[in-house]
């Protein structure tokens, strides 16, 4: 083999290593975004706390502490959203619910009382991939307006 094919070789090789790298690296490093609307989708308020009992108990004026039951028909879907200024927490009562992030998808179940926190760094949508409706308790900290 000549000098001039084994340079040849190389710089093919050294290409073909780089086109790769630069298709699949950035595939690796995309991050997921969610849907932009909802669909599916009942929300049913079962308890809050007023602002003024938010305020007279621990001091927290403005805000109020609720119940709710959220239910994603099968196929439905929670749009995109992040909790910055709304704390929360979520059990999954009934069915399975699939949480997306920009990092990636989990899968949370009633069989196992499926829970995730919904901190101010949160930022997430969810699916209801099943052919069941699925229900969590959500129960979060709200600005009243």
Not at 41 to 49: F, G, I, K, S
Not at 110 to 119: D, I, Q, V, Y
């Amino acid at each position: 083999m000549s000098r001039l094919q084994r340079h040849s070789r190389t710089t093919f090789a050294l290409g073909l290593c780089a086109g790769l790298a630069a298709a699949f690296g950035g595939f690796s490093l995309a991050q997921m975004s969610g849907p932009t609307e909802h669909a599916g989708l009942t929300v049913d308020l079962l308890a809050e706390l007023s602002p003024q009992t938010m305020e007279a108990t621990i001091g927290l004026a403005g805000y109020s502490l609720r119940m709710r039951a959220v239910e994603i028909a099968p196929g439905g879907q929670i749009a995109e959203h992040d909790h910055a200024d709304r704390p929360g927490i979520v059990t999954v009562i009934d069915g399975s619910w699939v949480e997306g992030q920009p990092s990636g998808e989990r899968s949370f179940d009633a069989a196992s009382l499926g829970t995730f926190p919904e901190t101010e760094e949160t930022v997430h949508w969810v699916y209801n991939r099943t052919e069941a409706p699925a229900t969590a308790l959500v129960c979060d900290i709200a600005k009243v307006e």
